[in-house]
T-cell receptor
Framework: GESVGLHLPTLSVQEGDNSIINCAYS??????FIWYKQESGKGPQFIID?????DKRQGQRVTVLLNKTVKHLSLQIAATQPGDSAVYFC?????????????????FGQGTILTVHP | NAGVTQTPKFRVLKTGQSMTLLCAQD?????MYWYRQDPGMGLRLIHY???????AKGEVPDGYNVSRLKKQNFLLGLESAAPSQTSVYFC????????????FGQGTRLTVV
């Protein structure tokens, strides 16, 4: 079935390094993507989003890249800090359901565990 | 603003018992969602609501019921709990369903023994 998945389930980096977390999606109809960060014992927290008419979007220390040709999404974190340690999820919004009504249901990937070592 | 608040935060149920999880949001959002999160998996949508008085099934609706009597509240019910429903449950809301971020609550850890 259609799904959103991640290439790397775990990622360990040193403090100050740049981190790249990848995500593959299979539904070419998806038109909106979000990255969430989830710390232990907490709910997912919005990091950054991107619409399908863009291929890059930057936030504070984070950049999301979207490659629609290969259906690939990545999250880049610059100068990674110990506080960035968390599970990162990509999610896709498929927009329109079979009935033609857009309810914006998010489909989440498996998640990548990012560990930042001091 | 409190955002999205879930109660309770933890609960242990015996098989066959029933319970209701409450989600409240103070952001005047139209859309509300219930997800479950199991180890090693992403969040899976149980039910959702596009407005007061409306509900719809998500990806894994069996064994759950929901109600949205008030815009700010979205209740998730388990009529007869099963061990397979042991999970962490997250409620979320969004201002509109399409192309907008969802705000999540802190989660409810439910164990069914």
């Amino acid at each position: 079935g259609e799904s959103v998945g991640l290439h790397l389930p775990t990622l360990s980096v040193q403090e100050g390094d740049n981190s790249i977390i990848n995500c593959a999606y299979s539904n070419s109809a998806s038109d909106y993507f979000i990255w969430y960060k989830q710390e232990s014992g907490k709910g997912p927290q919005f990091i950054i989003d991107i619409r399908s008419n863009m291929d890059k979007r930057q936030g504070q220390r984070v950049t999301v890249l979207l490659n629609k040709t290969v259906k690939h999404l990545s999250l880049q974190i610059a100068a990674t800090q110990p506080g960035d340690s968390a599970v990162y999820f990509c999610a896709e919004n498929r927009g329109t359901n079979a009935g033609g009504t857009s309810y914006g249901k998010l489909t989440f990937g498996q998640g990548t565990i990012l560990t930042v070592h001091p | 603003n409190a955002g999205v608040t879930q109660t309770p935060k933890f609960r242990v149920l015996k098989t066959g018992q029933s319970m209701t999880l409450l989600c409240a949001q103070d952001m005047n959002h139209e859309y509300m969602y219930w997800y479950r999160q199991d180890p090693g998996m992403g969040l899976r949508l149980i039910h959702y609501s596009v407005g007061e008085g409306t509900t719809a099934k998500g990806e894994v609706p069996d064994g759950y019921n929901v109600s949205r009597l008030k815009k700010q509240n979205f209740l998730l019910g388990l009529e007869s709990a099963a061990p397979s429903q042991t999970s962490v449950y997250f409620c979320a809301s969004s201002i509109q369903g399409l192309n907008t971020e969802a705000f999540f609550g802190q989660g409810t850890r439910l164990t069914v023994v």
